[in-house]
C-alpha cells in the first residue's frame, strides 16, 4: 500500500521545522458517549475549522502516538484554522481489492467517533472536518492528546492496522491551504484505486483520471494487471 508515498513526503514537508508535542498512545480516559452530540453556539468555547484525512502505508511508523503541532486545546482563544491528519500502517496485503476495502472502511472511521464536548462536523464529499469545542469540556480538562488516544483506539479495532501517528495542527504558520489541497489529491488517489479496481475500461487517452495514474507509481500497473484477470 505505497500508493500515498508522495503525499506523506508532502505532509511531512509542510510540518517539517515546526515544534511538535508528542504523546505516545495510551489508553483513552475522556469519554466516548458513543453518539452525536450538539454543542450550542452559546457553550461553545471556539471552533477548529479546516481538514480532516488519512494516509496509508505498509511502511513501518513504529509506535503509536498523537503528535501536536501548535498550541492544545486549554490554550486556544477563539477560532483557528486546523487539520487532523491520520498515518496508518496497514499490513502489507498481496490482494489489492482486499487493500482497497480496508482502506474504505477504515476511512469511515472518522465519522465513528464521539468524544464528550467535542462535536465533529465532516462532510462525506469533502475533506473538510471542523469541531466546536464546549467550555464544560475545556473546563474539564479535554485535550488533543484524549481526541488522539480515543482514535487511534478505534482505527486499532481493525485488525489490519499496524500502526498510527495522529497530527493535530493548529500552528498558525502551517500552511492550511496547501494541506487542503494534499486531502484534495488524497481523496483523488482513492477515488482512482476505486476505479481501477473496479473499472475494467483502459482508454488512458479518455481517462479522466489520467493525471492521477501518470503520478501515482503502481497505479497503471494495476487497472491493467486487474483489467486482465
Ligand atoms: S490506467 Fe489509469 S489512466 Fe488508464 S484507464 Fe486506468 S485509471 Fe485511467
Not at 32 to 50: C, H, P, T, W, Y
Not at 51 to 62: A, D, K, R, V
Not at 78 to 104: C, P, T, W, Y
Request: proline share 1%; aromatic share 10%.
Amino acid at each position: 500500500m505505497n500508493f500515498f508515498r508522495k503525499q506523506i513526503s508532502d505532509f511531512e514537508r509542510e510540518t517539517d521545522g515546526k515544534g511538535k508535542n508528542i504523546f505516545p498512545f495510551s489508553a483513552c480516559t475522556w469519554e466516548d458517549i458513543g453518539r452525536n452530540e450538539i454543542v450550542m453556539q452559546k457553550d461553545s468555547a471556539f471552533e477548529l475549522q479546516g481538514t480532516g484525512f488519512e494516509l496509508f502505508t505498509s511502511q513501518s511508523l513504529g509506535s503509536d502516538e498523537t503528535i501536536l503541532v501548535g498550541k492544545d486545546l486549554a490554550d486556544i482563544k477563539g477560532d483557528i484554522s486546523f487539520a487532523r491528519v491520520s498515518l496508518i500502517e496497514l499490513d502489507e496485503n498481496e490482494d489489492e481489492q482486499k487493500a482497497h476495502d480496508i482502506v474504505r472502511k477504515i476511512e469511515y472511521i472518522k465519522y465513528h467517533y464521539f468524544p464528550k464536548g467535542y462535536m465533529i462536523r465532516t462532510n462525506s464529499l469533502s475533506s473538510a472536518e471542523n469541531v466546536r469545542v464546549s467550555k464544560k469540556a475545556l473546563k474539564d480538562g479535554i485535550s488533543f492528546e484524549h481526541i488522539g488516544n480515543m482514535l487511534i483506539s478505534k482505527y486499532k479495532e481493525n485488525k489490519n492496522v499496524k500502526a498510527v501517528k495522529i497530527f493535530f495542527i493548529t500552528d498558525p504558520s502551517v500552511n492550511y491551504g496547501n494541506l487542503q489541497k494534499l486531502a484534495e489529491k488524497n481523496s483523488n488517489v482513492i477515488e482512482a484505486l476505486d476505479h481501477v479496481i473496479r473499472d475494467l475500461n483502459l482508454d488512458c487517452d479518455a481517462c479522466k483520471l489520467k493525471a492521477i495514474c501518470d503520478e501515482v507509481e503502481g497505479m497503471k500497473e494495476l487497472h491493467f494487471k486487474n483489467a486482465m484477470k
